[in-house]
């Protein structure tokens, strides 16, 4: 992997897969994901906040953004600009999470659901049912095998910023440190938190990653990609 002047991180030139930090509120960070479709688009999950005219010029090389994919009912911040920026994109959704994106994010405008979203044979998204907020995870084909992106499902913060409430927060969840499954978020996502982590499971065994990228904290690349997603998975089931 090489990390571009403009800030993406280039995980598979050809196949068309990136991405990128951005922050939002005063200490948070998240990752935005792109893969090339099968239509030649670009996919954009979770689109960053506060790009700026390089690092879309560098994008451009990768192929025309034709995606927009808030992942869940928290991950729409860079929705307005990137629609902005690239009106002919559509934008996607979970169904349930468009209520709460149209309460916080009024005027930004609608979603179509992302289960229909296609993706093509390299590129696969897991639009998981039952859930309060809307919820999903997707997966692109890469060199040497899958490129993850899982949302806030699970999470691999070393340290939690933020004020003495919210690091407690995260210990007492077990949200943090390390690699786990964010319970905490889930506990505001999920219905059936047992069914979503069977899902996932099957996901990673019929797709093994050898990069796994978490929305939030560090990015785990090679072999042990899989064994710390079965390992935080299995430490809570």
């Not at 451009?60 to 002919?88: I, K, S, T």
């Not at 309460?103 to 609608?110: E, T, Y």
């Not at 040497?144 to 070393?158: R, V, Y």
Request: with cysteine; aromatic share 10%; hydrophobic share 50%.
């Amino acid at each position: 992997m090489d990390v571009t002047p403009g800030g993406w991180t280039v995980i598979d030139r050809g196949r068309g897969v990136l991405a990128r930090t951005y922050t939002f509120g005063k200490q948070g960070t998240s990752w935005c994901f792109v893969a090339r479709l099968g239509d030649g688009r670009l996919m954009v999950v979770s689109p960053a906040t506060g790009l700026d005219e390089a690092a879309y010029a560098e994008l451009a090389e990768f192929g025309e953004v034709g995606a927009l994919v808030a992942n869940n009912g928290f991950h729409y911040l860079g929705q307005a600009a990137w629609r902005a920026r690239f009106p002919r994109a559509v934008a996607y959704a979970p169904p349930e999470a468009m209520a709460r994106i149209a309460k916080k994010a009024f005027g930004l405008g609608g979603f179509t659901p992302l289960g229909e979203l296609a993706t093509g044979a390299d590129v696969g998204m897991r639009v998981v049912e039952r859930t309060k907020l809307g919820e999903c995870w997707c997966w692109a084909r890469i060199d040497g095998g899958w490129a993850w992106f899982a949302s806030d499902t699970l999470i691999n913060l070393p340290i939690v910023p933020g004020p003495l409430p919210v690091r407690l927060l995260f210990k007492w969840t077990g949200s943090a440190p390390g690699f786990r499954v964010f319970n905490l978020a889930l506990k505001l996502i999920a219905r059936d938190k047992p069914a979503l982590l069977r899902q996932l499971r099957a996901d990673l065994a019929a797709h093994p990653p050898t990069l796994m990228m978490p929305a939030h904290g560090d990015l785990v690349v090679g072999a042990q990609a899989a064994i710390v997603a079965e390992a935080a998975i299995a430490a809570v089931t």
